[in-house]
């Protein structure tokens, strides 16, 4: 399908733009999803950044797409859409007028504004644009994660763009729901008979959640120090997926049908309370390390402050309560530093009702359904079944795999593509609703006031290492643990 629209980037040359953005729409270029009178409208308030946009553009191309993705038409025909435009965010003397002149005789073509800006200048951003006639029954804002610093926060930022924009303009972005394997959950789990009556408390053991990062950092210190691993992967990321893994199935595949149940997964989350901290969170930071046979500093170091008591992982049980997962637990667990790249969702099922391989010797492993999301996508059913060439008594477990990237590699795609697209078209089923903000908050907000009130400082661990071991004492059962996919 082919788009006509103007897509503004705000923030334009700032680190999101040029790494995601820009490689995103380039690749849709390419592949054909852009029409002809596509533009990219690309803000900044440098008057030399303005005059290079090209090449700083270019740049980017070189340095965040894949060498063979690049050829010269290719870049040639993307630059053609990109059209400069230097403006102040925050003053409608500086730009303003030049900028809106730019949509005279396109009111009838979507218009999307992409905030690649601080929050704080939402409502600025937003008022202006009212103010210069650009909020047309076609225009849409996209906003990054997280919204706000807490539930205040969060409602103040979206009653300021709710004056301007209705909620159905306002696309909040997730981009882990853009991811491919994380769209084929919902398949998974939605088309098949086969999972239809084995998905809950009856069937499945307990679930696992990890996203594990193996960079520091990255030069985001001023925007990761004031967040932490809490407000930065577990309010949105984390329970994203959980709302996507554990949702009943809504009655229609409509945007307001999904988000109806995934609300209901984050009212049902059982709330931590002060006496079940200990117990059920662990908060973590990393000291220096290694992390693939290189030497990496600690996280104060890192940052230049040694007071910071910033967590750069974090590891959660937790429940959901509701007659389908009652007393299954969900484990939670993501950290900056930690030994591999990895991220996925476990699916572990119950152990047969009677073993009769047990007296055997034999010791059966459950069977798993593993959502792998980095850094490979794939799924994979783990059984058990007897050793080829041996006898019969002899198992193993066996992988079943539906490896969708190498089938699918000569189309690459990103998720800032997949979901600039779908805001390009305005389908906003894969983008998150006010109403989610806030139940996301609601449940996360009392740990991090916890921490806030006991004024602990978090557990170390080494860079390169899985985390605090404090984090394998959330299992209850001692058949549970972290599972590393590799290892197994
Ligand atoms: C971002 C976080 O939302 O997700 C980063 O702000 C994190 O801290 C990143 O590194 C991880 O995304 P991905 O797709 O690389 O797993």
């Not at 849709?28 to 303005?50: F, H, M, P, W």
């Not at 740049?59 to 797409?65: E, G, N, S, Y």
């Not at 990393?286 to 910033?310: I, P």
């Not at 059913?381 to 079943?400: H, Q, R, V, W, Y």
Request: glycine share 6%; net charge negative; with cysteine.
């Amino acid at each position: 399908m082919t788009h006509q629209f103007d897509l503004v980037i705000f923030g334009g040359t700032g680190d999101l733009s040029l790494r995601k953005l820009i490689p995103a729409m380039f690749r849709a270029n390419y592949q054909g999803s852009l029409g002809d009178d596509a533009r990219i409208i690309v803000c900044t308030r440098k008057a030399d950044e303005a005059e290079n946009m090209q090449s700083i553009i270019s740049d980017a191309l070189q340095r965040f797409v894949e060498p063979e993705e690049l050829t010269q038409s290719r870049i040639d025909n993307f630059l053609s859409l990109i059209f400069p435009q230097l403006l102040d965010l925050v003053n409608l003397e500086n730009g303003w007028g030049e900028f809106s002149a730019q949509f005279s005789g396109r009111e009838d073509i979507s218009r999307i504004f992409y905030l690649a800006v601080a929050p704080s200048i939402y409502g600025q951003v937003c008022e202006n644009l009212s103010q210069q006639n650009l909020v047309t029954p076609n225009a849409r804002i996209v906003v990054e994660k997280p919204i706000g610093y807490d539930l205040m926060s969060a409602e103040k930022i979206n009653e300021t763009m709710a004056k301007y924009f209705q909620e159905e303009q306002i696309y909040r972005i997730d981009h882990y729901l853009g991811k491919e394997t994380v769209q084929n959950l919902l398949a998974l789990r939605f088309s098949n008979f086969l999972f239809e009556n084995i998905w809950d408390s009856k069937s499945i053991d307990h679930i696992q959640i990890s996203i594990c990062e193996q960079v520091g950092l990255e030069g985001r210190a001023g925007f990761y120090d004031g967040a932490g691993a809490m407000r930065d992967m577990v309010q949105n990321h984390l329970l994203q997926l959980l709302c996507l893994i554990a949702m009943e199935s809504p009655n229609k595949l409509e945007p307001e049908d999904v988000r109806v149940e995934k609300i209901k997964v984050l009212k049902a989350l059982k709330p931590i309370l002060p006496d079940q901290m200990n117990k059920c969170v662990v908060r973590g930071q990393y000291v220096s390390g290694q992390v693939n046979d290189e030497k990496v500093a600690g996280y104060l170091d890192e940052l230049g402050d040694f007071e910071s008591k910033t967590e750069t992982f974090v590891a959660i049980k937790t429940f959901i309560e509701n007659w389908r997962w009652a007393g299954v637990p969900f484990y939670l667990r993501t950290g900056k530093r930690l030994k591999r790249r990895s991220a996925e969702i476990i699916v572990e099922f119950k152990s047969v009702t009677h073993d009769i391989y047990a007296p055997l010797g034999q010791k059966l492993k459950p069977n798993r359904l593993v959502i792998q999301l980095q850094p490979e996508e794939k799924i994979q059913m783990i059984l058990m079944a007897k050793a080829i060439g041996s006898d019969e008594t002899n198992l193993k477990p066996i992988k079943l795999n539906l490896d969708f990237i190498s089938q699918e590699n000569a189309h690459k795609s990103s998720a800032y593509q997949r979901l600039l697209l779908d805001a390009i078209a305005g389908n906003p089923t894969l983008f998150i609703h006010r109403d989610e903000v806030k139940a996301a908050w609601r449940w996360v907000d009392p740990i991090i006031e916890n921490w806030k009130e006991s004024n602990r400082s978090p557990e170390l661990y080494n860079a390169g290492s899985w985390g605090p071991s404090r984090a394998d004492d959330l299992f209850e059962d001692r058949s549970q643990y972290w599972i590393d996919i590799y290892a197994e």
